[in-house]
Structure formats: structure tokens, C-alpha cells
């Protein structure tokens, strides 16, 4: 798993996740064992630096504010 942070200096920032398909199986199954546990999950640096440090995934009941939105997979060129 390779996780990077993008700072485009105008206050955005994007954040890349590289998985490997047994990193996709571990999320999912943490994913769906954070469902359950209504609780979080936290992915942390292997040691490599410069890294993301850590990156935390919680449960957030219905009455949280959002700021973000999953919009899916990129269109793929048709040509």
C-alpha cells in the first residue's frame, strides 16, 4: 500500500492510495468490520519517509456534516 499527500499550494489537497489487490481485501474487511463495530480503523506508516504518518477511518453516525463525496471511478477514454 502507497498512500501520498498532494499539496497543490491554493489550500487543496489530494490524497492517493495505491493498493495491491491483498491491501483491497484488508480494506474491505476492515471496512465492513468498522460497519459493524460502529468505531474506527487506522492505517499507519510502515517506516518510509516522507510519509503520511497516520490515516484514520471512522464510523460517523447520520448527523455528521459531510465535505466530501464518493463519486466513483473515472471516465474511461473513448477513443
Known sequence: M????NDF??????LEMGLREKDIDELINAL???KRRKSHIQIVC???S????NFEIYWA??????NSIFTG???EPTK
Do not use: M, N, R, V
Open 61 to 66: 453516525d447520520e448527523a455528521e456534516k459531510t
Open 46 to 48: 510502515s517506516g518510509e
Open 9 to 14: 499550494k491554493t489550500g487543496w489537497y489530494s
Open 32 to 34: 465492513t468490520e468498522l
Open 2 to 5: 502507497h498512500i501520498k499527500l
Open 50 to 53: 516522507p510519509a503520511i504518518e
Open 73 to 75: 471511478f473515472p471516465i
